[in-house]
T-cell receptor
Framework: DTAVSQTPKYLVTQMGNDKSIKCEQNLGHDTMYWYKQDSKKFLKIMFS???????INETVPNRFSPKSPDKAHLNLHINSLELGDSAVYFC???????????FGSGTRLTVV | DAKTTQPNSMESNEEEPVHLPCNHS???????IHWYRQLPSQGPEYVIHGLTSNVNNRMASLAIAEDRKSSTLILHRATLRDAAVYYC????????????FGKGTKLSVKP
């Protein structure tokens, strides 16, 4: 069983579209995260979600919105996609904020 | 945002020990030291973390300086599968514990 699973693995879409990436963890962790890794390989945190408390990185455009239907899921919705959104997006989870993180295998988003 | 300094790259020979250094001179008393690695085309993978004492697990050892201003990740016998980017990260109360990744050290392992 995959501990943190993301779908889809690859996503190619046109500018202006709205898309979602799903993330599920079966570890019973309390906190989930979304990270973005750009073409220069820098990993930047976008959101963390713990017990219905959402912490947003202030540099993330409001076109990005995380949605958590329950503790095991944290989906990422992106509206009006732009070319600069092309990147690999990683979901992660941890038992508590400062314990070890488990990452998913990533979703490579390409906006054309 | 990253408060750690690592060499951009290091090389190692297969089956030899590897010592990956990290400086974190501005570390506070409540900051945890985390190490992750990212193999090509994969997500980051947790390696080890610690607060003050040295830590060992099946993957590696973490040696923390007495003043906590530096640490060293030790891979006891490097394999080709250990070739990856290794990130040293401080987990701070100020960032709600969120991991802020820096550039990391790209480790190459030669057969």
């Amino acid at each position: 069983d995959t501990a943190v699973s993301q779908t889809p693995k690859y996503l190619v879409t046109q500018m202006g579209n709205d898309k979602s990436i799903k993330c599920e963890q079966n570890l019973g962790h309390d906190t989930m995260y979304w990270y973005k890794q750009d073409s220069k390989k820098f990993l930047k945190i976008m959101f963390s979600y713990n017990n219905k408390e959402l912490i947003i990185n202030e540099t993330v455009p409001n076109r990005f919105s995380p949605k958590s239907p329950d503790k095991a899921h944290l989906n990422l919705h992106i509206n009006s996609l732009e070319l600069g959104d092309s990147a690999v997006y990683f979901c992660a989870s941890s038992q508590k904020p400062r314990s070890g993180y488990t990452f998913g295998s990533g979703t490579r988003l390409t906006v054309v | 945002d990253a408060k750690t300094t690592q060499p951009n790259s290091m090389e190692s020979n297969e089956e030899e020990p590897v010592h990956l250094p990290c400086n974190h001179s501005t570390i506070s008393g409540t900051d945890y030291i985390h190490w992750y690695r990212q193999l090509p085309s994969q997500g980051p993978e947790y390696v080890i973390h610690g607060l003050t004492s040295n830590v060992n697990n099946r993957m590696a050892s973490l040696a923390i300086a007495e003043d906590r201003k530096s640490s060293t990740l030790i891979l006891h016998r490097a394999t080709l599968r250990d070739a990856a980017v290794y990130y040293c990260i401080l987990s701070s109360l100020g960032s709600q514990g969120n991991l802020i990744f820096g550039k990391g050290t790209k480790l190459s392992v030669k057969p």
